[in-house]
């Protein structure tokens, strides 16, 4: 599941808001790029060797382009920090091809979008396609102050045309932060809730929302919660050492309980895709062809995650004692 590399051009960055740089990237040979669709994200490789995940922020009607937005995080291990500080305008850099972890649910029911912070990118570009097939929708958008919430602009726009669709929460103005429990606790149980934004919304979220439908509640990290997946048998019931063997190539690795997957797999100069490494990205998904993952992740589907068919290898383990894994 590891995507071939599309070499991108960055045709421009500019300051999307206070702390926040956008970046539009075309491709390398001028021709269009992958279709997406709304809540997709794509890794970027950096050329100092880190691969992070950025959302698409544009209209996924557009093929000329690909456009993210970039916080500076104050703890960066090195991702935001570097596109913050070097100017890669005209830069060619490696992308993957869109992958969506957080799909737009288009059946028509309504929409009631929570972002907080840089939260917004995905759900900016679902609203760009609600706009295109006529969705409602409804955004409550939590932001440090106006001048750190991006695309103010173009949701003011937005709001314009219909108000009461865009509602902001700027914490130096309102005094308190974006208060996800009450919107959740009123938005009607027929609309589809998403939401994205620092782990603290996301508990709060994931708390108030827990009796509502599953297929109704959606969610991305940007990084793990800080409770662990629910999906993770107990240590009991797991095998203390189990193999993982590559198709393809018959390698095969022993794996302590604990151990990472993909660490191990690293150690042993075995190369596969990742970025987070703690479960939220999806970009070292692989396909399992045999055995019994034990899921830890926060990106699969439950579904995706019934089927044993996929797994992530950062942070999930194994419940049988080998598992048969295809890195292509
Ligand atoms: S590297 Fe992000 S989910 Fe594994």
Redesign the pocket.
């Known amino acids: 599941m590891n995507d071939s590399l599309i070499d991108v051009l960055v045709h421009s960055v500019t300051s999307a808001a206070e702390g926040i740089r956008a970046f539009e990237l075309h491709a390398a040979d001028g021709r269009d790029l992958p279709a997406f669709t709304a809540g997709s994200h794509i890794d970027l490789h950096l050329p100092n060797g880190l691969v992070r995940n950025y959302s698409l922020v544009n209209s996924p009607a557009e093929r000329h382009r690909y456009v993210i937005a970039v916080s500076l995080d104050a703890n960066s291990t090195g991702g935001s920090k570097y596109l913050h500080e070097n100017d890669l305008q005209g830069a060619v850099l490696k992308i993957s091809t869109p992958r969506n972890n957080f799909p737009l649910i288009e059946d028509g029911a309504p929409k009631i979008l929570i972002a907080g912070g840089i939260g917004i990118t995905p759900l900016y570009a679902m609203i760009q396609r609600m706009e295109e097939i006529g969705d409602l929708w409804m955004l409550f958008y939590g932001a440090r102050s106006r001048a750190c919430a991006a695309f103010r602009e173009e949701l003011e726009a937005l709001d314009a045309k219909q108000p009461g669709r865009v509602n902001f929460n700027f914490d130096d103005e309102a005094g308190q932060m974006l208060d996800v429990t009450s919107i959740a606790v009123r938005a009607p149980l027929a609309a589809h809730l998403y939401c994205c934004g620092p782990s603290p919304m996301l508990d709060a979220f994931n708390m108030v929302t827990a009796n509502r439908m599953p297929d109704m509640v959606h969610v991305e990290y940007f990084t793990a919660p800080t409770t662990a997946s629910e999906n993770a048998a107990d240590a009991a019931d797991l095998p203390e050492t189990f193999t993982v063997e590559i198709a393809g190539t018959g390698q095969s690795f022993e794996v302590k309980r604990g151990q990472s997957i993909l660490g191990v797999l690293m150690e042993n100069g075995v190369y596969a895709a990742?970025?987070?490494?703690?479960?939220?990205?999806?970009?070292?998904v692989v396909q399992v062809l045999e055995g019994i993952p034990d899921h830890k992740?926060f990106?699969l589907s439950d579904r995706e995650r019934a089927t044993n068919q996929m797994m992530?290898i950062?942070?999930s383990g194994s419940k049988s004692k080998k598992l048969l894994i295809d890195l292509d």
């Open positions: 990742s970025s987070c490494q703690e479960g939220c990205c999806g970009t070292c992740d990106v992530t950062c942070v």
